[in-house]
């Protein structure tokens, strides 16, 4: 029996660490063949011994490279834009360092790769889905997150017009609002009951996400199951944006 995606390439941004390592790791298992992009070559040398994959090592955050990049890669079906960063800091210790550093990863790089990426599915004449992965921190605000929450609800604010205006080529764009997931780095994070428990008191299922419980939802939006949704922010939050 084939898979949902046998035979279908899907770019993976940030598939390195964390959830977009989770990403890649549930559509290989989905019979996808993985294209895996990060900036640490040693994540990826990793990956590719846990799943079959194309990798490459690159920092999105650079739009001189990332057309270059894409145009190495032969042909994506689907495209996952995970890769992201966070600079805890609060409102009034904000650097334009960090504003600048945050949003070119978490904004611009998004818009870079997906215009490479959907120009050439627009020559082929090919219906591909993307998902951005974004955040709670787009609808809600978070201590010490001030950037952090500007970055993902301009990704949400770009998802859409993303969809309105590549619906008429048959392209789908959604995103991805998770809160927080326990990958490792987010277990030592979260690990002190005094920072985790008020986050977790917010949270009407009481319990944070896992990394594959998000990886489930992008690849349901890739799918054909998905079919007539575009333009969604779907939380991935336990009812956190609910409360």
């Known amino acids: 029996m084939k898979s949902e995606f046998t035979g279908q390439r899907i770019l993976v941004t940030g598939a390195g660490k964390g959830i977009g390592r989770a990403i890649a790791r ?16 040693a994540d990826l040398a990793t990956l590719g011994r846990e799943i079959t994959c194309e990798t490459h090592v690159a920092d999105l955050s650079d739009p001189s490279a990332v057309a270059a990049l894409v145009g190495t890669m032969g042909d994506i079906d689907h495209l996952v834009n995970n890769a992201g960063i966070s600079i805890p800091q609060t409102f009034l210790d904000c ?106 008191a917010r949270i009407p299922l009481g319990r944070f996400a896992r990394p594959w419980e998000v990886a489930a939802v992008v690849e349901f939006l890739l799918g054909p199951s998905a079919a007539m949704i575009t333009g969604a922010a779907l939380p991935v939050d336990g009812g956190f944006l609910a409360t």
């Open 26 to 41: 549930h559509l290989a298992a989905a019979g996808a063949r993985i294209v895996a992009v990060s900036r640490t070559a």
């Open 95 to 200: 650097t334009a360092e960090a504003f600048d550093r945050t949003m070119a990863v978490n904004v611009r790089a998004v818009l870079s790769v997906s215009q490479a990426v959907v120009r050439r599915w627009i020559v082929r004449g090919h219906r591909g889905a993307i998902v951005n992965l974004s955040s709670q921190a787009s609808q809600a605000a978070l201590p010490a997150h001030a950037v952090y929450c500007a970055s993902k609800g301009a990704l949400d604010a770009l998802t859409r017009v993303m969809a309105l205006e590549l619906g008429a080529h048959g392209i789908r764009v959604n995103a991805v609002n998770p809160t927080v997931t326990l990958t490792p780095m987010a277990e030592m994070a979260w690990g002190d009951p005094a920072k985790s428990g008020p986050m977790l």
